[in-house]
């Protein structure tokens, strides 16, 4: 089973869920929805994507 990490950026509320190469957001509506257009952002490896633990994304967004 692949492991699934969390990430965030500086400002805002979403939050992303990265497992093998599938990528969820979820934002203000509250649902995970596709986010395979942030791939660019982990291809590229881009500093404003901010890992965090499964801990801190159910405490900053009530996961």
Known sequence: MEETSYYR???GSVL???TGDK???KGK???WED??????RFA????????IS??????????
């Open 9 to 11: 950026f500086p400002v």
């Open 16 to 18: 992303i869920r990265k």
């Open 23 to 25: 990528i969820e957001k």
């Open 29 to 31: 509506s509250g649902v």
């Open 35 to 40: 986010g395979s257009n942030l791939a660019y």
């Open 44 to 51: 590229s490896g881009d500093t404003n994507l901010i890992e």
């Open 54 to 63: 499964e801990e801190e994304a159910r405490e900053l967004f009530g996961l």
